[in-house]
């Protein structure tokens, strides 16, 4: 079992950073992929950035690219995601997620994670 515990959301005007953090409990973090993904009210859980077992790859959304940085300190059994240049489209509430398997294909889907947090929410003004 992996619990996730995000922070670091809240409410930020448009152009302004924010830094997200997870924590994952459990002495195998660096053996899982992580991802962050987001949703906004109404809409569907989407995928915003994923970082592989070492950090060495990472993928992202195309709208975040850019802008967003994904990084993990796997001393620390913590993954990040720095977001600039915050935009009110950016509003969602932002849940981390575990890839146990650990494979880097760059997994974008809900489905390919095993484990999610509770959720942080961030909230752009402009």
């Known amino acids: 079992q992996v619990q996730l515990v995000e922070s670091g959301g809240g409410l930020v005007q448009a152009g302004g950073s924010l830094r997200l953090s997870c924590a994952a409990s459990?002495?195998?973090?660096?053996?899982?992929?992580m991802g962050w993904f987001r949703q906004a009210p109404g809409k569907e859980r989407e995928f915003v950035a994923a970082?592989?077992?070492?950090?060495?790859?990472?993928s992202y959304q195309n709208s975040v690219k850019g802008r967003f940085t994904i990084s993990r300190d796997n001393a620390k059994n913590t993954v990040y995601l720095q977001m600039n240049s915050l935009k009110p489209e950016d509003t969602a509430v932002y849940y981390c997620?575990?890839?146990?398997?650990?494979?880097?294909?760059?997994?974008?889907?809900?489905?390919?994670?095993?484990?999610w947090g509770q959720g942080t929410q961030v909230t752009v003004s402009s």
């Open positions: 459990g002495r195998t973090f660096s053996s899982y992929t």
């Open positions: 997620a575990a890839d146990i398997d650990g494979r880097w294909f760059a997994p974008s889907r809900t489905g390919d994670y095993d484990y």
């Open positions: 970082t592989s077992r070492s950090g060495g790859s990472t």
